[in-house]
C-alpha cells in the first residue's frame, strides 16, 4: 500500500525560506518510472503543479515559480524534499505531494497535505 | 489563470447524466493524455481516470473520460449525491514541460 505524508512549518514569514518533506512508504524512487511530484492549492482556488523528481534524478519545475523552487530526494530514507524561496502572502496554500508512474503519467496516490500560511 | 479551461460549475439531479470539458491545445491536451481528478469537501484529490480514459481500480464505470483534438470531457452517469466535488483536469504541456491543471469544475448535485 502506497502512502505519503506531507511535513513541514504551518506558519512561514514573508521572504522566508520553505523547507517541506514528503515521506513515503510502500514503493522505492529507486526503481525505474517512479516519481514524486508536488502540487499546491490556495484556499478556495484551483490546483497548481510545482515539482517532480523521477527515480533518475531527472527534475522538472513549473517555469513561473523555477527560480524559487528546488526538489531533491532521499531515495535511502524515503523522502522528498522541496524548498520555495522569498515566501510571500500568495503562496498561502495546502501544499501535497503525490506519486506517478512514467508509465501511466498521472498522479494517482496523493497525501493529506499540509497547510501552510505566509504571513507576518 | 489555469492553462486549461474548465466551467467553474456544473449541475444535475440524482440519476442524470453530466458532462464536464475541458480545453487546452496542441501542447497539451492536443498532443499528450488527459487526466481528470475529483476532489471531495476538505479531502486531498483522488485520480479518476488516467490516459484520456482509462479508469483506476475502484473507480466506479460510471465515471468516463474522452479526448478529441485539444479538448477532453468527463461524463458521470447515474449521478449520486456523493459526486458532489470539485474536478480537475489536467495534461502534460509539451511548451511548459510541466503539468497544467484545469481552474476546476464544481459539481453540484440538486
Known amino acids: 500500500q502506497i502512502t505519503l505524508k506531507e511535513s513541514g512549518p504551518t506558519l512561514v514569514k514573508p521572504t522566508q525560506t520553505l523547507t517541506l518533506t514528503c515521506t513515503f512508504s510502500?514503493?522505492?524512487?529507486?526503481?525505474?518510472?517512479?516519481?514524486v511530484g508536488w502540487i499546491r492549492q490556495p484556499p478556495g482556488k484551483a490546483l497548481e503543479w510545482l515539482a517532480l523528481i523521477y527515480w533518475n534524478d531527472d527534475k522538472r519545475y513549473s517555469p513561473s515559480l523555477k527560480s524559487r523552487l528546488t526538489i531533491t530526494k532521499d531515495a535511502s530514507k524515503n523522502q522528498v524534499v522541496l524548498t520555495m524561496t522569498n515566501m510571500d502572502p500568495v503562496d498561502t496554500a495546502t501544499y501535497y505531494c503525490?506519486?506517478?508512474?512514467?508509465?501511466?503519467?498521472?498522479?494517482?496516490?496523493w497525501g493529506q497535505g499540509t497547510m501552510v500560511t505566509v504571513s507576518s | 489563470q489555469s492553462v486549461l479551461t474548465q466551467p467553474p460549475s456544473a449541475s444535475g439531479t440524482p440519476g442524470q447524466r453530466v458532462t464536464i470539458s475541458c480545453s487546452g491545445s496542441s501542447s497539451n491536451i492536443g498532443s499528450n493524455y488527459v487526466y481528470w481528478y475529483q476532489q471531495l469537501p476538505g479531502t486531498a484529490p483522488k485520480l479518476l481516470i488516467y490516459?484520456?480514459?482509462q479508469r483506476p481500480s475502484g473507480v466506479p464505470d460510471r465515471f468516463s473520460g474522452s479526448k478529441s483534438g485539444t479538448s477532453a470531457s468527463l461524463a458521470i452517469s447515474g449521478l449520486r449525491s456523493e459526486d458532489e466535488a470539485d474536478y480537475y483536469c489536467a495534461a502534460w504541456d509539451d511548451s511548459l514541460s510541466g503539468v497544467v491543471f484545469g481552474g476546476g469544475t464544481k459539481l453540484t448535485v440538486l
Open positions: 503525490a506519486h506517478t508512474l512514467t508509465t501511466v503519467g498521472a498522479f494517482d496516490i
Open positions: 490516459m484520456n480514459n
Open positions: 510502500g514503493f522505492s524512487l529507486s526503481t525505474s518510472g517512479v516519481g
